[in-house]
């Protein structure tokens, strides 16, 4: 049974890069946090393009060490001049209110308003993001050119918020292929109108949801998240404990539209197969690319890698969060993702599952000596000049090293070779009966599943 | 029992340089291919060096997924102008037909006929040399200089060639030692007028062969291969399948007069005590050096590292083929290859079999705190200098390492002492009853060969 | 039980460096070698530092292969002019008279007399440091200038020295800790006027040994050595064969006080917890730092690392012995070493020793996603800056790695961070119930000690 030439083609979807940033643009204006209707409104979004299943988790649920926290809901926020003119307006940017303030109505010395005013002092014309989900307090954010105008003694201050009993909202999909073990990918979904940080990856999750959809077949099955960032995260995985023994790659998806070239983090275990397949698939991208090894902070997949969950994810992103200056401001905004940047990250994403899904192990019919590939129409009839031969090579390593040990990854390893051309080499020998592949893949995954919920 | 200091002795054969410059003139006039006359009478003047059996194996014998193709002989090739006169000549230079050429006699268009040429444009006055084994077809190689000369409207051709069921010829010398494992040492016997590619090769093999003779006691059996490359060594692996086992360690020799320091390249297992012994040898040698990692293409190490044979076998060269613009070209002949050069590889080869030879274990018998070496004359009684002391250093390594888990070129890699060194050191240190040798090592070959023997 | 926290605290000691220039000025003046009262009086000076015994052992005793020597003093030595005034002077430097020299008095021509008269012509104010142990001679060390001035054809000459059947003095400190595991710390004490050579490492250990006898507790149990070189080492291990299965750690002190950086040398087996302890220490110290391979010359750790002994005995010093020109000169002398550079040696000892005592490990008892730091004041509350977070980092490894596999060290190697700030960590987290050590330590030195002697 072949499952390599059903998974799902690559560059089958050519207006991605538009309709990677058009969904973004959608997304963009709406006031979104770890709990309340912005995370519903957003996920409503991509159900249009997705089988995205809307979990709701009461307030005060227990997961782990953590409890669900209460809703926050925001409708209007302002500061005004004593005779009505609104100074600071949440209508105008989401930013502008720290994110799970409590409700305020009242007057205020300026004085007294400037201990809840934040600014970018370093970048006047920035608007900062903060938040604090778990220390009852309000603010306002504000670029530091606004600050300077705020020379009345007295403010009318409104925050127009609930937090409330409720519930925490995610999104999840998921995509059964023909092994049950299953392919994680996950983003967060908790920023407000900030870009790079949460909407690049929540775009392009949604786009390769919808190219995995329409795969007919898929070797892996495969789950989308769409988290609210660490409290998301840990409430999936508190309330799924029984899914994790089937996660045998996971990537969480973030940063993906801003500069800079692509840059790969390990997991925690760093030489799993999900960071050998990244590392392969980055050393042979045109453009930068970076391999960072796995630290314990970063976005959620410090939840996937905590010890007790060491699950084998990595986070793929371009210039890692708080590495560029436009970070957790209103600068990270449409203009700062390109639609181009955000193609180039998709398409890295593709080819690390495409390697994921392909990677098989083969091992050769004919292993004592080289077979004779000239009369299968492999190879050069008429030998004897110094030319190149970079595809007879990679079928040399190929058939060099399937005795059954090495999968293609392995192979593309050690030969310096693209997954592709390996791949092909592979199909190209299977078909003239030159190899075999070892494992179907699948019938082992079932039984290593099998075995392991067995245990535990 | 000794055997180390049985070994042939380095160095004893002075003219070695000239010797092997002179047995690579008398077969350079010789037009070699995979099998005919050419074949024979190259070995047969090999004969007079070493005691080596010609072995002749039927057209048509199937050699795992190869074929031993029908035997190609040739007497006489031209191109005349049709008044008699010849353009391309044979017995000007062997390269002139393309090897395996089909017999022909008739007269052909100048526009057909150029169908039929070879040339090397970039360099006008080198020919070429093209094969075609396994394509029924005729050509010729010529200068691009004789190509623009040809102008005439029509051409008298001729190969008089034979294409007939015969037998693929090669030569094996094989030298019992006291242990029943071999040496295994390769070189390719198929290129016709070419010094570099097969000359030179040949002649290091065939000094090599010359000098293991004449040694009193070898450790290992050797086993010298002078087969035609590729469908040569097939053929001895396939009709040979009983000895794989007893081969530990080998050496491919090709393209060892030309330009260029010393390149060893490792075999498929990467780390085989003949790859660690190469690189040893090859670190501590005088002039460049480089150690390249295994690549599944090269010479007859493609097939002895074949993943169901998978032989400790490396290839040894100077600047390697294809990498040098001589590379298969009429430029690669007497003048391209210099006797001091061809010593400089036969001296490596040879020091590299010295490791082998004598990289034996050793355990102190004074383990317990440094033996007091001044009282047995190995050590400055006068200390307090800071003054060298590089022998006593080796006397403190070898000692030290000498716990019956390292080998002599174990020592030599953490010390960074050349080998020689290393062992002299352990055969003072024997002779003062300081050291004894854990196994002999002939006793460990016997045990290990039986038992694989047994199992398979 | 908790251990940790009752360690010797460093810095305690803030006179440190005086108080080891002060011992160094004390120590300069007595003559010692391996034998004699030099080192019986030098080892009385420090019992008023430290619990010292004195141990005598008889000449003639085999230690393995060497034999306690007979035992050498000198009262004085001289060369006089005929007409009795002093022209070399025992009693100016010790350094003038071969150590071990035999007794001689007569008269000498001043060619004979030349024949036993040694200096450094490179550098004519220095007097070299010579000995003669093993060999029976007598000579005189000088200036290359004073040699110049001895022009009378005869002279006078006299060593008034004994070379008798007697003993070997060395000096042990046994401080028994909580575990019966041992930390081994070893000097040579049988250098004459010599201070980088010998008395920075006498210091040096004997103010560690004060500091670690004012512990009110300590994890390990140490023992220190003051022994003279090579022979002193051989006799303590060949006479306390019982005792090296308990040693797990260990330092040889010497060269503390010269110039440059902090040199740490492996022990031969590398990568021991020793090994690694110096080498994180040294990679966070301030200034200049090398780690090395082990070698087996040096000092004393060629007899703890010799091949049946191979304990994990790593060797610090400055500037290495023999890579100086000072080295076994005159030169080497109070000025040469600076009580500043022997107080950062003094440091970075403690240093080492508080990681080898605080190395323990931690399981998280929250090990599913990470715990919430914020409500146990161990996170910034008000979170989405930008802004440096090196303290929470830390306890994010801490969390993260504390899985049972990982010890402090590992978890300081892996993160890139200070050992004290991953320890810091780890017992605040611990404090707040978030960790639990796996192993007292302590308890498993007991049993794995007892399993050790029980098969020997």
Request: aromatic letters at 8%; proline letters at 5%.
């Amino acid at each position: 049974m072949s499952v390599v030439e059903s998974a799902p083609s690559l560059r089958a979807d050519a207006n991605v890069a538009a309709e990677l940033h058009r969904l973004m643009s959608d997304l963009y204006p709406i006031c979104r946090s770890i709990t309340g209707n912005g995370v519903r409104e957003t996920l409503h979004r991509i159900q249009q393009i997705l089988p995205l299943s809307i979990r709701e988790v009461p307030t005060g649920t227990r997961v782990f060490d953590w409890t669900v926290p209460r809703e926050w809901n925001v409708r209007d926020a302002w500061v005004k001049t004593l005779d009505g003119q609104r100074v600071i307006d949440f209508l105008e940017s989401n930013l502008h209110v720290v994110s799970y303030s409590i409700p305020v109505r009242r007057r205020a010395a300026l004085s007294e308003l400037k201990g809840h005013l934040h600014t970018l002092p370093e970048h006047p014309t920035w608007i900062p993001y903060k938040t604090s989900y778990y220390a009852e307090t309000w603010g306002f954010c504000i670029t530091a050119d606004r600050l300077r105008t705020l020379t009345d003694p007295e403010y009318e201050v409104c925050i127009d918020s609930t937090l409330e009993d409720g519930h925490l909202t995610y999104g999840e999909c998921y995509l059964p292929g023909e092994s049950p073990e299953e392919v994680l990918l996950s983003c967060h979904i908790c920023h407000p109108s900030l870009c790079n940080d949460n909407l690049s990856g929540i775009s392009v999750a949604a786009l390769l949801g919808r190219w995995l959809t329409s795969a007919s077949r898929r070797r892996f099955s495969y789950r989308l998240l769409f988290v609210p960032g660490t409290i998301g995260s840990i409430t999936w995985l508190a309330t799924n404990q029984d899914k994790l023994s089937a996660i045998r790659h996971g990537l969480v998806l973030s940063g993906l539209g801003g500069p800079g070239g692509l840059v790969y983090k390990r997991s925690r275990q760093g030489v799993a197969t999900v960071d050998r397949a990244a590392a392969h698939v980055l050393k042979h991208w045109s453009g930068d690319s970076d391999i960072r090894e796995f630290v314990p902070y970063g976005y959620d997949e410090r939840q996937y890698c905590s010890p007790g969950i060491n699950l084998a994810v990595g986070c793929l992103s371009r210039t890692p969060y708080g590495e560029y200056p436009e970070y957790h401001t209103s600068a990270d905004d449409l203009s700062f993702v390109t639609p181009e940047r955000l193609e180039d990250s998709y398409r890295a994403c593709q080819s690390i599952l495409d390697v994921l899904e392909h990677d098989v192990t083969y091992e050769s019919l004919n292993p004592m000596c080289e077979p004779q590939l000239g009369r299968r129409g492999l190879y050069n009839a008429m030998g004897g000049a110094a030319e190149s031969r970079s595809r007879e090579i990679v079928l040399l390593w190929v058939l060099n090293l399937s005795d059954g040990c090495h999968s293609l990854l392995d192979i593309a390893e050690r030969s310096r070779q693209p997954f592709d051309s390996v791949r092909s080499a592979a199909l190209a020998l299977e078909q003239r009966g030159l190899l075999r592949r070892v494992h179907s893949g699948i019938a082992d995954d079932i039984e290593r599943l099998e075995r392991t919920r067995g245990n535990s």
